[in-house]
């Protein structure tokens, strides 16, 4: 495609967006891509998501990301939000299409009594807390009690249950945030429950997250081996990731626990049915669940009268992420996703022309960080579609006249070499106290170090 | 030998793309991709090429000599992929 410059903004810089510069940039196009950033720092989940104990993961940043985020043909506009800042038919009238790729910012609730005492906790925000993002790094979680408990059983439970139980010496070699560090340091934190409500067959988290708990020094794995199939009796119709996942769990369960050991212990089987505690967590009803089959032979999980009580101070929920509203869009109440037709947006069929989502805000929380790039793949393709149908306008304001106007709006928007600015400091204050990055976590000590 | 995909793998599937012999699974458009936990690479098909491990974004490809000890057992996971996906047909 030859002519006139397509102009495209893309909200969002964490992989789903960074997914949709790649397919963007890998045709033969006349394009101008700005990528819009609500925080100064880009990458998303990748910096603010991934646990600070999987470095390999971030790799992707230096030898994919980066690479996109530096291109000519990319300009980075960070700490600017569309939606507050700009809204949306501003950004339609300054270019051909928009690619949302804002994610999933929520999480769902249990929706139980007690669930907003002090001391239940989404564990996205705990994540956040502990990667320093500048919205959480404020949060004070008392760790002062010996048993936390995590609800839910993907692989974000078996995040917060490893970096709640792992050594403050291992987690000093990684980019925690300082914060997180000093206060994990002082917990007081001995044993992690994760309840899942079904059983392991439908336990959400990977087997590569199962196996790694292995390497967790001075941690007990406990489970109750009677919850598990027998290892010599292997259902045939379990599918094979569930049989690891049964055979790990067989392997990491030990027998012989050691007292100063701390612990993970899976309970499956189990929902939390009511929080208590005066003006703080102290307690929560667990109720044993049991699978019943519905009238067309599928499961259900459902929760049996027989309950107990665990006592804790502190409670993860971790039962998923969801999509909240862009102003102006068509949004999917029931499934946290903006409103779309295989990535275009679409409110009741009626397509909102060079609009488009990719990632979790256009199909919801699912997979991990590659599988983001399949589904920018498929929003870009029906972009370049429209662009070849002529559907998209080439009525668009120029490169320059766009960060005129943005300034306009806001003063202290952070470009690449700011950001870079901001990289720099990081990695010169973590190579002074031998850690990979010493993160920067407040919106002012960012702008500062910006330089803007 | 071959070369083994290990636990640090995202599914970015850029070794899919750069394969020439087509031996890593599963591919973006197959049916299980959706879920994949990682890639794999089918050892009675990789021809030691190598070409996926420079593309891997995330260094999670390696020679099954050079496989580092905490994923030492990722060789028999690769393999097994296959074995149980050519039983089933398909691995759901």
């Known amino acids: ?452 | 030998m071959t070369y083994v995909i290990t636990a640090p793998c995202v599914a970015d599937y850029s070794c899919v793309e750069v394969c020439p012999v087509d031996c890593i699974s599963p591919e973006p458009d197959d049916s299980d991709f959706q879920d994949a936990e990682q890639m794999y690479i089918n050892p009675e098909i990789c021809i030691d090429c190598a070409a996926c491990v420079d593309a891997c974004p995330v260094l999670a490809i390696y020679e099954d000599v050079d496989l580092p000890k905490r994923w030492q057992h990722y060789a028999r996971i690769n393999r097994n992929y296959f074995t149980n996906k050519n039983r089933t047909g398909g691995v759901e």
């Open chain 1, 1 to 452: 495609m030859k002519g006139k410059t397509l102009r495209i903004a893309v909200v969002g810089s964490g992989p789903a967006g960074m997914y949709a510069i790649e397919h963007l940039l890998k045709e033969p196009l006349n394009i101008e891509i700005d990528l819009y950033e609500r925080l100064p720092t880009p990458w998303g989940l990748v910096r603010y998501g991934v646990a600070p104990d999987h470095p390999e993961k971030k790799l992707i940043i230096d030898r994919a990301f980066n690479y996109y985020l530096a291109h000519p043909k990319v300009r980075f506009i960070g700490n600017l939000e569309i939606g507050k800042d700009i809204d949306h038919t501003q950004l339609s009238e300054w270019y051909s299409a928009v690619i949302y790729a804002v994610g999933a910012t929520e999480d769902k609730s249990i929706n139980i009594p007690g669930e907003s005492l002090p001391g239940s906790w989404a564990a996205r925000e705990f994540v956040a807390w502990y990667n320093g993002h500048p919205d959480f790094s404020h949060l004070e979680f008392d760790l002062s009690c010996e048993r936390a408990v995590v609800v839910g059983n993907g692989n974000v439970a078996l995040d917060v249950a490893r970096i709640l139980t792992m050594s403050p010496e291992q987690l000093a070699k990684t980019d925690i945030s300082q914060n997180a560090l000093e206060a994990l340091k002082r917990s007081k934190i001995r044993e992690v429950v994760i309840l899942g409500r079904s059983n392991l067959v439908k336990a959400a988290f990977h087997n590569p997250e199962l196996e790694e708990l292995a390497c967790l020094d001075g941690v007990d794995i406990v489970l109750d081996k009677e919850q598990l199939p027998k290892k010599n009796n292997l259902n045939s119709a379990l599918d094979w990731k569930t049989k690891r996942k049964i055979l790990t769990l067989n392997h990491l369960a030990k027998d012989n626990l050691k007292e100063k050991n701390r612990k993970i212990i899976f309970r499956f089987m189990s929902s939390p049915i009511e929080l208590i505690g005066s003006n703080k967590l102290e307690r929560l009803v667990v109720a044993k669940n049991q699978i019943d089959f519905d009238e067309e032979g599928r499961s259900i999980v459902r929760p049996t009268e027989e309950s107990y009580q665990l006592e804790t101070g502190i409670l993860f929920r971790a039962i998923g992420y969801r999509g909240i509203p862009l102003p102006g869009l068509p949004f999917n109440k029931s499934k946290g996703v903006i409103e779309n037709i295989k990535g275009r947006v679409s409110d009741q069929g009626e397509l909102f022309p060079g609009t488009y989502v990719t990632g979790w805000i256009k199909n919801g929380p699912r997979g991990i960080i590659g599988t983001n790039k399949l589904c920018a793949r498929d929003t870009v393709r029906c972009l370049l579609q429209d662009a070849k149908d002529g559907k998209l306008s080439s009525n668009t304001a120029s490169h320059d006249e766009v960060l005129t106007e943005v300034k306009k709006r806001k003063a202290t928007i952070v470009e690449y070499a700011n950001w870079l600015n901001v990289e720099r400091t990081e990695i010169a204050a973590g190579s002074k106290i031998g850690r990979p990055r010493l993160k920067l976590t407040k919106l002012d000590d960012l702008l500062e170090a910006a330089g803007v």
